[in-house]
């Protein structure tokens, strides 16, 4: 017969159990939680400002969120976190310029003109791929809208501070607002050969861009004939002509699809008839034939976002060039590189660093490309993509040299607080498990990218002054 005290001892381990079971797991929201400090220094480093230079065995010192104090000897205030830096590498947190992943939505494919809608709506922070961007020193990222429309939706640029549930604390606040547009065979594929509309060919689609900026000059005008007291009643209101008239205005940046020259060159060409110039291409394979036209738009220039080494997954990317980037940098272009594909955001470093095989451009012209040009395209280079007292402290440590290709990030900080820790990665970093749900290999990214005729035909030749592999790969 079991004894009073066994009887209790199994009493008490059937207690304990049963807490165990019922016990929550450590989770990605207890490693990202709201309190994590947003105080730090980061000290002994050699600190690529991308900017000022770079200061060797320097330190940061974070407070509240932002970069209060760069240089060297920095003491720590009383009860701030100090991280050890020796050996390591602090950088800029790296601007992904063309990026879908964090949204349920892509293209609002039902009408040539859909500026009404916007992917800031359809934010998704469960979204792993925020996390993997993360894994890859990116701290920032513009969300696209697709290319299916001459005029698509609007885009949101959003800060990847991952653990958050909220869709709209993913949300970079004050950015400036930007729209969708595109050029060439994706909307004259979908609307032209699919469905026998408008725009069949790039003359079409000059003209539907053109009718609707027309459309926005006449609504503006009719909103201000109205409060000048010069029309009985206002238009009645649309959001779509809305967004227009504030890319009119130059409230609204145009971030604009397009590969061939030509193309781009018939897109300034209509904003200059329109007086427009807050524009930034994206793609633009053969930016490189007009390079000087492209630095000579209005006051400021066009940007262009391009790819290191993607073309050939359609006819009008045949005509491309690994040295795009460079010659488009050289010729005093505002040039950053993206990634487009979610998934592929981890290796921006590796693919700025590809602009040193193909262009010898220095550390600071390829580090820019991933940093302070882009931050320059989107309109927040007062807040991130440099080192600087003052901006935020979205910040990327890294093993060794950045445009190394044995670097690992260590680090990555998003507002001073920690969201990537090499040291500390779990297994599995997902916010929202579904038990009966499937996990997403890496080869379903792939095909679902290869039916949207989004592959590359790239070579993964990482050459740099930092390190060199020869690893090829053709898609």
């Not at 609307?191 to 509309?197: A, F, I, L, S």
């Not at 069949?200 to 000048?228: C, D, F, H, S």
């Not at 594909?341 to 981890?346: L, T």
């Amino acid at each position: 017969m079991m004894s009073a005290f066994l009887l209790r001892l199994r009493a008490a381990l059937g207690v304990l159990f049963a807490a165990l079971l019922l016990a929550p797991s450590a989770t990605a929201q207890d490693l990202l939680r709201a309190d994590a400090p947003n105080d730090w220094l980061i000290q002994d480093a050699t600190v690529l400002t991308v900017t000022n230079g770079t200061i060797e065995n320097g330190d940061i010192l974070v407070r509240d969120g932002d970069i209060a104090r760069v240089g060297q000897n920095i003491s720590a205030p009383s009860g701030i976190e100090v991280y050890d830096a020796s050996g390591e590498y602090v950088m800029p947190g790296i601007v992904e310029a063309h990026q879908h992943m964090a949204i349920s939505n892509v293209n609002e494919a039902t009408n040539q003109v859909t500026s009404e809608v916007g992917v800031g709506d359809v934010l998704d922070p469960y979204d792993i791929g925020i996390y993997r961007a993360l894994a890859g020193g990116v701290t920032t990222a513009h969300v696209m809208h697709g290319s299916a429309n001459p005029i698509g939706g609007q885009n949101e640029t959003i800060k990847l501070r991952y653990g958050v549930t909220n869709p709209d604390a993913l949300k970079m606040e004050g950015a400036p607002r930007t729209v969708k547009f595109a050029l060439g065979e994706n909307p004259t594929g979908l609307y032209g050969q699919e469905r026998n509309q408008v725009p069949r060919t790039r003359m079409g689609v000059e003209q539907v861009i053109r009718e609707a900026l027309t459309e926005a000059q006449r609504y503006m005008e009719a909103k201000q004939a109205y409060q000048n007291g010069n029309r009985a009643q206002p238009p009645p209101h649309s959001e779509r002509l809305e967004v227009l008239a504030g890319v009119l205005r130059g409230d609204i940046i145009v971030q604009c699809h397009g590969y061939r020259a030509d193309e781009l060159l018939m897109l300034m060409k209509v904003f200059e008839d329109f007086g427009i110039e807050n524009l930034v291409f994206h793609h633009v394979n053969e930016g490189f034939k007009v390079a000087p036209e492209l630095a000579a738009f209005g006051d400021n220039g066009a940007g262009a976002s391009v790819f290191s080494d993607w073309w050939s997954y359609k006819f009008e990317v045949y005509y491309s060039t690994a040295y795009n980037a460079a010659i488009l940098t050289e010729n005093g272009v505002n040039t950053s590189i993206n990634s487009d594909i979610p998934g592929e955001q981890r290796d921006l470093y590796l693919q700025a660093a590809k602009t040193q095989r193909y262009g010898d451009l220095s550390d600071t012209q390829a580090l820019k490309l991933i940093t302070i040009n882009p931050a320059r395209q989107l309109g927040i280079a007062d807040r991130v993509g440099s080192i600087e007292e003052g901006k935020d402290a979205d910040l990327a440590i890294f093993s060794e040299h950045p445009l190394s290709v044995y670097t690992k990030p260590q680090r990555t900080y998003v507002d001073g607080v920690v969201r990537f820790d090499h040291e500390q990665d779990p297994d599995d970093m997902r916010l929202r498990v579904d038990p009966e749900g499937t996990v997403e290999l890496a080869r379903d990214g792939y095909d679902r990218a290869r039916r949207h005729s989004c592959l590359k035909g790239v070579t993964h030749l990482r050459a740099t002054r930092h390190g060199v592999t020869l690893e090829n790969a053709g898609r």
